[in-house]
Each structure stands twice: as structure tokens, then as C-alpha cells.
């Protein structure tokens, strides 16, 4: 089980596309604050190649600020790059696949808003369940949408951690947080904002 620390309360989900090395010094800086509990990797339009060689740079920022790596997606890449763990979604591996490879690494899987799929997740020993989305989202088109009535509602019925997901920002991350959710999925406030840099906008979550 993961404890969870209200002061590290972001899962920080990486850009779409990860293309210079200002990045890196962005990621050093945003961890630096102490904020970020999971970092995940998140390259859907990568071949393996590419994400092992960016996997191999993140990993060791992530280890020196003590922060979680998280890849999406493969349980195969996060074992061989050694990650800390590895996300599925309901159309990605099996869990209980994941957990053969990954052994008692971390397996966090999307249950979307559903009683249902959170208690497959907590049968097959998920460490941690992602609910959402909660607002609209610019990083991913999703049909599955969350309310805080749901997340209160799911708060009851699971003893796993929440992370929600889905459009937060600093102008709405404290309803999650007040109504129980652990940790707040968040990538395009920080990577796409128009008006503030990367280490200005993780600042505006307090």
C-alpha cells in the first residue's frame, strides 16, 4: 500500500513529447519543490526505443528527488528500465499480467468512475486506483466523466489510494483534495500553459 503525504500531492504526468533538454531542467526544478510524488511517463506516439533512452535520463532525476517513477502503458519497459511501476488502462494489459512481471513494484490501473472496476482493482491487488475525468481535458479526450459526487461516493466504498484525473488546475484542484482524493493527475496545466512556465504553474498548486 502507498502512503500518502498531503504536502507531495501531485502525480505530475509527463508532455505528449519530450524533445529537448529544457525539459529536463524543468523536471529537476519542479521536483525540487517537493510537491510531486509520481512522475509518469506518458509517450503514446514513441516507439520503445525512444522511451527507454528518456525513461533512462528520468529515472535518475526521479532518484535523486525521491519521487516515484511511473511508466504508462507496458509493464515490459518499466521492468527493464527499472521503474518504480508501471499504469494500465482498462484496454491495456491485464493487471494481473502486469503484476507477474512487475512483481511488487507499483500498478496503478484507470477505473474511470466505476464501483465495479475498483473492486477488480482491489481483488488483483492494484496499489492505487486513477478515477476521473473530473474537467474537461486538453492532454486526453476521454467519454468517462467523474463528478465530486462520485468521488466522494468512491471514497466510501475503497480503502486504495485515488488519484484523480482529468483538466486540473490551480483554479479547481482544491475540490479534489478537500473531498479525499490522494493525489491529483496533472500534465497540461504545467506543460501547456500559455502563460506561465512549467516551475511558475506547479507554484500555483499549494
Known sequence: ??????????????????NNNQFFEDLRIIF??????FFQLRL??????????????????????KVKFIIND?????????????????????????RKILKNKIVGITCHNSPKLIKSAEENNADYVALGSFFTSKTK?????????????????TKLPIVAIGGI???????????????????????????LKPSEAIRKLK
Not at 149 to 157: E, F
Open 32 to 37: 525540487s519543490l517537493r510537491k510531486v510524488k
Open 141 to 157: 479526450k476521454t467519454k468517462f466523466k467523474a463528478s465530486i459526487n462520485n468521488l466522494r461516493y468512491l471514497r466510501k466504498i
Open 1 to 18: 500500500m502507498i502512503k500518502t503525504k498531503k504536502k507531495k500531492f501531485i502525480y505530475l504526468i509527463s508532455p505528449k513529447r519530450i
Open 169 to 195: 488546475n490551480s483554479k479547481n484542484y482544491k475540490k479534489l483534495l478537500l473531498n479525499k482524493a490522494d493525489f491529483l493527475a496533472i500534465s497540461g496545466f504545467i506543460w501547456k500553459n500559455k502563460n
Open 74 to 98: 507496458s509493464p515490459i519497459i518499466a521492468k527493464k528500465v527499472g521503474a518504480d511501476g508501471c499504469h494500465i488502462g482498462q484496454k491495456d494489459m491485464n493487471i494481473k499480467k502486469a
Open 44 to 65: 503514446k506516439s514513441e516507439g520503445n526505443k525512444k522511451i527507454i533512452e528518456i525513461s533512462k535520463k528520468i529515472k535518475k532525476i526521479c532518484k535523486k528527488y
